[in-house]
T-cell receptor
Framework: SQQGEEDPQALSIQEGENATMNCSYK?????LQWYRQNSGRGLVHLIL?????REKHSGRLRVTLDTSKKSSSLLITASRAADTASYFC???????????FGTGTRLTIIP | KAGVTQTPRYLIKTRGQQVTLSCSPI?????VSWYQQTPGQGLQFLFE???????NKGNFPGRFSGRQFSNSRSEMNVSTLELGDSALYLC?????????????FGPGTRLLVL
């Protein structure tokens, strides 16, 4: 079963705008990760945030984690056409490598 | 380093047949996990292998099985295929610290069951 939901399910924005995606999960976690998937291909790891971290940056990506609300958000700034993809959050627990994925957000950047 | 590779990339089978998918992890990675992705159920964890042993298993029927070889390459097998097994099967590799580390995914095998 999936860990939780992502919101929105789909998002269309103009190139250059910022995109924000939200993820909620159900159980306590070791870390939360975000992945990108282009057109039904393999997933590409974007960023990992540990349960004791609140915010993390990587290039144009900013991730926040609120363990009290069991939620995370991914912000992509200054979007580009190449950012068009599906984005998934995934949670990991201690003691194993299993990732539990959210439902995903389909992001479309309009040139 | 070369990335995770999966073969074959596409496969068409009929109901009742069996299929074997292969995954070669990144050199040095000892953990291989398998996931099934369908439009209805999303990404679902199948199982994880580490040092030739199944370390974790998802909630799939016994028709789904796997194994890992001494060189960390992994195969998964699905027997008695059903229409609902049509999916993208993804494998992922990692060092295997069992601490929920970053997974590196292959391009996937798209299986169509007719």
């Amino acid at each position: 079963s999936q860990q939780g939901e992502e919101d929105p399910q789909a998002l269309s924005i103009q190139e250059g705008e910022n995109a924000t995606m939200n993820c909620s999960y159900k159980t306590s976690i070791n870390n939360l990760q975000w992945y990108r998937q282009n057109s039904g291909r393999g997933l590409v790891h974007l960023i990992l945030i540990r349960s004791n971290e609140r915010e993390k940056h990587s290039g144009r990506l900013r991730v926040t984690l609120d363990t009290s609300k069991k939620s995370s958000s991914l912000l992509i700034t200054a979007s580009r056409a190449a950012d068009t993809a599906s984005y998934f959050c995934a949670t990991a627990n201690f003691g194993n490598e299993k990732l539990t994925f959210g439902t995903g957000t389909r992001l479309t950047i309009i040139p | 380093k070369a990335g995770v590779t999966q073969t074959p990339r596409y496969l068409i089978k009929t109901r009742g047949q069996q299929v074997t998918l292969s995954c070669s992890p990144i050199s040095g990675h000892r953990s291989v996990s398998w996931y099934q992705q369908t439009p209805g159920q999303g990404l679902q964890f199948l199982f994880e292998y580490f040092s030739e042993t199944q370390r974790n298993k998802g909630n799939f029927p016994g028709r789904f099985s796997g194994r890992q070889f001494s060189n960390s390459r992994s195969e998964m097998n699905v027997s008695t295929l059903e229409l609902g097994d049509s999916a993208l099967y993804l494998c992922a590799s990692s060092l295997g610290s069992a601490d929920g580390e970053t997974q590196y995914f292959g391009p996937g095998t798209r299986l169509l069951v007719l």
